[in-house]
C-alpha cells in the first residue's frame, strides 16, 4: 500500500468519498490524489480511478524488451567510454583543444621516487594515487587515467574501445527510439513520468522529499514526484543530449550536421557535455541500484524481467 499523507483540520470539500482509508502513513507521494474525510480531517490517497491502476501493472513485453536493451547499451558504453577518455584524459570548453588550460585532467607525475595520480578540476587538483592517473596491482602500476578494471576492454586498445562504444551506441540509440514512440504512442510516458498537478502541490513536495530522506517510499503504485523528475530527466534530456554530443565528435558527422556540435557552444564542449552527462547516468544508476535493494528487489526484478504484477511501470 502507498504510504499516505495526512493533513488533520484540513476543512475542504472531498469530491471523493468513495471506500474507507485502510491505513494511514507517514511521507506518502500518491500519484493523482483523491481525499477522503476520516477523523479529525482529510487524508490525500491514490484514486483508483487514476493513472495510478495503470501505473501499478506489470510492464508489458515492449518496455521490458527496451529497458534490458537500454540498461546492456549503457553498460557497455560507460566502460568503453572510459577506454577512449584515456587516450587523452582531459576536457575542454569551445571548438578547439586549449592543451595548456583544460578545465579537467587526469594525469600522473613523479614525486621522489614515486608516481602520484591527480585529479585537476579548475584550480584545484586532488591527489588521486591507486585510483585515477596511476594504478595498478603492487609492481605493475602503470599510467592511465581510469583504471583497468573500468575499461573495456581492460587493456589498451584505442580502436577496440571505440568499437565497443559504437555498437552499444547503436542499441542505446535504437532502444531509446523504441521506447519513446511506444511510450508517447500508449501515453505511458505521460501516465507514468510526467507530474501530475496534485505532486506538485507545496506539501506534497515537502512530503515526497521527506519520504526520501527517510527512505520511507511507496510499497506500490506509480513513480512518485522525485522519481519521476528524475526518469524524465534521463530519458528526455540526458540520454538524448549524449547520442547529440556523441555525433558531434564524429568528425564526418559534425561536418554533414554542424549544429550537432554548434548546440553546445563547439566540439570540446560537446565532449564535455558527454563525459558530464555519463557522470550524471553513473549517479542515476546507482541512486536506481539502492533504492531497488531497499524495497523488495527480487520481486522488482522479476517485474521487470518476468512481467510479473505488484511492481513499477
Not at 513520468?193 to 506539501?203: E, F, G, K, Q, S
Request: charged share 15%; net charge positive.
Amino acid at each position: 500500500m502507498a504510504h499516505l499523507v495526512a493533513f488533520p483540520g484540513v476543512d475542504a470539500a472531498a469530491p471523493h468519498l468513495h471506500g474507507p482509508v485502510q491505513a494511514v502513513r507517514p511521507f506518502a507521494l500518491p500519484q493523482r490524489l483523491r481525499r477522503v474525510r476520516f477523523p479529525g480531517g482529510y487524508v490525500l490517497t491514490p484514486d483508483p480511478a487514476s493513472s495510478d491502476a495503470e501505473a501499478a501493472r506489470r510492464p508489458g513485453p515492449w518496455t521490458r524488451l527496451t529497458h534490458a536493451l537500454i540498461a546492456a547499451s549503457v553498460f557497455l558504453l560507460l566502460p568503453s567510454g572510459l577506454q577512449i577518455f584515456n587516450a587523452h584524459p582531459a576536457l575542454y570548453t569551445g571548438e578547439v583543444s586549449r592543451f595548456d588550460s583544460p578545465w579537467m585532467e587526469i594525469g600522473a607525475r613523479e614525486r621522489g621516487e614515486a608516481m602520484q595520480g591527480y585529479l585537476r578540476i579548475g584550480g584545484r587538483e586532488f591527489d588521486t594515487t591507486g585510483v585515477l592517473g596511476w594504478s595498478g596491482p603492487p609492481g605493475a602500476a602503470e599510467k592511465r587515467a581510469f583504471p583497468a578494471w573500468a575499461t573495456l576492454p581492460g587493456y589498451r586498445s584505442l580502436a577496440t574501445g571505440r568499437n565497443w562504444h559504437l555498437a552499444a551506441a547503436w542499441g542505446l540509440g535504437l532502444g531509446l527510439t523504441a521506447y519513446l514512440i511506444a511510450g508517447l504512442a500508449g501515453g505511458r510516458l505521460r501516465r507514468s513520468l510526467v507530474p501530475t498537478r496534485a505532486m506538485l502541490a507545496p506539501r506534497a513536495v515537502l512530503a515526497d522529499l521527506a519520504a526520501h530522506l527517510t527512505l520511507r517510499l511507496p510499497e506500490a503504485g506509480g513513480y512518485n514526484l522525485l522519481q519521476r523528475l528524475a526518469y524524465l530527466s534521463v530519458v528526455v534530456l540526458v540520454l538524448p543530449a549524449m547520442i547529440v554530443s556523441g555525433l558531434a565528435m564524429s568528425p564526418a558527422v559534425h561536418a554533414a550536421a554542424p549544429w550537432t556540435g554548434d548546440i553546445f557552444g563547439g566540439r570540446q564542449s560537446a565532449r564535455s557535455a558527454h563525459f558530464l552527462g555519463a557522470c550524471l547516468l553513473v549517479l542515476f544508476i546507482g541512486a536506481h541500484l539502492f533504492m531497488l535493494l531497499l524495497h523488495k528487489p527480487l520481486r522488482r526484478l522479476r517485474g521487470m524481467t518476468l512481467g510479473e504484477r505488484e511492481t513499477r511501470p
